[in-house]
């Protein structure tokens, strides 16, 4: 069983705590990171708990920092996900169920409701609601933060046409439909027989929060109403300081009883001493000159591509020399 992530310097933290997670339940499953950044260099002291590490611009993109270019650091990394479970499709050739984790996620128990889901269905999605409210419709029916995958033709090809989707259209574009790599996926269902797993779980976040109620049982295991919490998605976690009253503030302001408070306490405890991660710069937010990139500069690339046809590598521009243009 091969589990895949990605991710950027200041989210190592994240990642760690993720394959700790993973290590705990499989300790005999394989890690693939994809790291979006220049070198490993900053992964080296945890670099043991990943069985693989790629670098973005070693998975096979045709012109690489010109596609990097094109997106924001939350657009960058998204882009990426159907390239790296292909490459791991490959670099593990005997393995046949892949499993894809955002590193803002936590295993709380084993997840062999997913795996058997995969001896009957290709392609596995977890929902963001079992009740969709617009709100949510309108980034996505499923998150792509989770997702499974069983090695077959039609996984094969669902990963051609979402690789071809995240090369051109993974922008931050909700008024044009466009949600980074999530909203591609509310046609695979009917595209590529992808099953929208019913588990209450699973992808326990907070945009869900409203609807699944968190216990503990009389032998101390988180409970989702009434079913074991196998996967919590700690979604915005570095960004909230105060995570409790952002989840709290969800999409519906949610009452936070004592097993959720104890939940995340445990997580933000021990998250604690990696939050230095969460201030490191990502390499693809400057020029060579060492120059911020502007916003205004990767929009002008990403929607003039006929005008910087012959730019190879855009980083060795300026933002002067997008914004004249």
Not at 5 to 30: D, R
Not at 86 to 99: D, V
Request: hydrophobic share 40%.
């Amino acid at each position: 069983m091969i589990f895949c992530s990605v991710t950027t310097n200041n989210h190592l933290g994240l990642a760690v705590m993720m394959a700790c997670s993973i290590k705990q339940y499989y300790p005999g499953a394989k890690i693939v990171l994809c790291l979006v950044e220049e070198n490993k260099s900053m992964l080296a002291p945890y670099m043991s708990l990943f069985d693989d590490v790629v670098l973005a611009k070693n998975l096979g993109f045709p012109q690489f920092y010109r596609h990097i270019f094109k997106h924001s650091e939350i657009e960058g990394p998204c882009s990426c996900k159907a390239r790296l479970m292909q490459y791991a499709f490959k670099r593990f050739p005997n393995e046949s169920k892949y499993i894809y984790t955002d590193t803002d996620l936590m295993l709380y128990g084993d997840v062999s409701e997913l795996l058997d889901a995969l001896d009957v269905y290709p392609i596995i999605l977890t929902p963001h609601n079992f009740q969709p409210k617009p709100v949510v419709i309108r980034h996505g029916v499923f998150n792509a933060g989770l997702f499974a995958l069983r090695k077959s033709p039609a996984a094969k090809r669902f990963l051609k046409w979402w690789a071809h989707k995240l090369d051109t259209s993974c922008y931050l574009d909700v008024e044009k439909g466009i949600n980074a790599d999530q909203k591609w996926l509310d046609h695979v269902p009917s595209m590529f027989g992808g099953y929208s797993f019913p588990h209450p779980g699973y992808n326990v976040g907070p945009w869900n929060m409203n609807e699944r109620f968190i216990t503990i049982s009389d032998t101390g295991v988180f409970l989702v109403n009434g079913q074991p919490l196998k996967v919590f998605h700690f979604s915005s976690v570095l960004k909230n300081p105060d995570y409790v009253s952002f989840l709290q503030e969800g999409y519906e302001k949610t009452p936070i009883n004592d097993a959720t408070i104890m939940l995340v306490n445990g997580y933000l405890h021990e998250i604690s001493p990696l939050r230095g991660y969460y201030e490191l710069p990502w390499s693809y937010s400057f020029f060579h000159s060492g120059r911020p990139v502007m916003l205004k500069a990767r929009h002008k690339f990403r929607y003039r591509p006929h005008v910087f046809a012959k730019v190879k590598n855009p980083y060795s521009k300026s933002n002067r020399f997008f914004l004249r243009r």
